[in-house]
């Protein structure tokens, strides 16, 4: 099976920026898109932002123009450079990853437990 963990969440205040990343590990043949999500407890989960293997990416109106993904597919890790963070950002981020874990298994998606990001002054 695949094993995503993200890191990077932290205590920022308004204005400030950060990077979030996320790695996939394990029974890996292949992966198709990956992207972040965002939720905390009693609150939908929210999409943020996609990268496909080929390195197109999509982004919430949300967070267009603040988010950039990145994706490096020698390491199976994304990242997600956060800027000009607003309270509004606070959150559990979740990457998903979509992905085979052996050339006859069916693509299934994967997710992280999550890497909390407080903005606050």
């Known amino acids: 099976q695949v094993q995503l963990v993200e890191s990077g969440g932290c205590f920022v205040q308004p204005g400030e920026s950060l990077t979030l990343s996320c790695a996939a590990s394990?029974?890996?043949?292949?992966?198709?898109?990956m992207g972040w999500y965002r939720q905390v407890p009693g609150k939908q989960r929210e999409f943020v932002a996609t990268?496909?293997?080929?390195?197109?990416?999509n982004y919430a109106d949300s967070v267009k123009g603040r988010f950039t993904i990145s994706r490096d597919n020698a390491k199976n890790t994304i990242y997600l450079q956060l800027t000009g963070l607003k309270s509004d950002d606070t959150d559990v981020y979740h990457c998903?990853?979509?992905?085979?874990?052996?050339?006859?298994?069916?693509?299934?998606?994967?997710w992280g437990k999550g890497t909390h990001v407080t903005v606050s002054s």
């Open positions: 394990g029974s890996i043949f292949i992966i198709y898109d």
């Open positions: 998903k990853a979509a992905a085979q874990h052996s050339w006859y298994a069916p693509s299934s998606d994967y």
């Open positions: 990268v496909t293997s080929g390195g197109a990416t």
